[in-house]
């Protein structure tokens, strides 16, 4: 499977931003999909993930603000982010786990909230 990230890019604290993900490709089993994230110096971390049966979780540090979707029809997943801060600050890559819990990746988009 290939994923192909956007939407990234320089917001000042407080606005919005709308990353899309798009996938081609095919994969047996899809567990779920969603989107992590990593800011320099720190690990990779979980920032929302959507399972097959649409049940959502998000990181604590984002619930309320951020919101992941996901278009079947057009192979889409989404992530809208609100509000944002300077903390959210990273490169935000998109990604899908099959029935084996292997994670795929896609190339990330780099979002830049400033204070």
């Known amino acids: 499977v290939q994923l192909q990230a956007s939407g990234g890019g320089l917001v000042q604290a407080g606005g919005s931003l709308r990353l899309s993900c798009s996938a081609s490709?095919?994969?047996?089993?899809?567990?779920?999909v969603g989107w992590d994230r990593q800011a320099p110096g720190k690990q990779r971390e979980l920032v929302a993930y959507m399972r097959t049966g649409g049940r959502t979780s998000y990181a604590d540090a984002v619930k309320g603000r951020f919101t992941i979707s996901r278009d079947n029809a057009k192979n889409t997943v989404t992530l809208q982010m609100n509000t944002l801060k300077p903390e959210d600050t990273a490169v935000y890559y998109c990604k899908v786990v099959d029935g084996f819990a292997n994670n795929y990746w896609g190339q990330g988009t780099q979002v830049t909230v400033s204070s």
């Open positions: 490709g095919s994969i047996r089993s899809i567990s779920g």
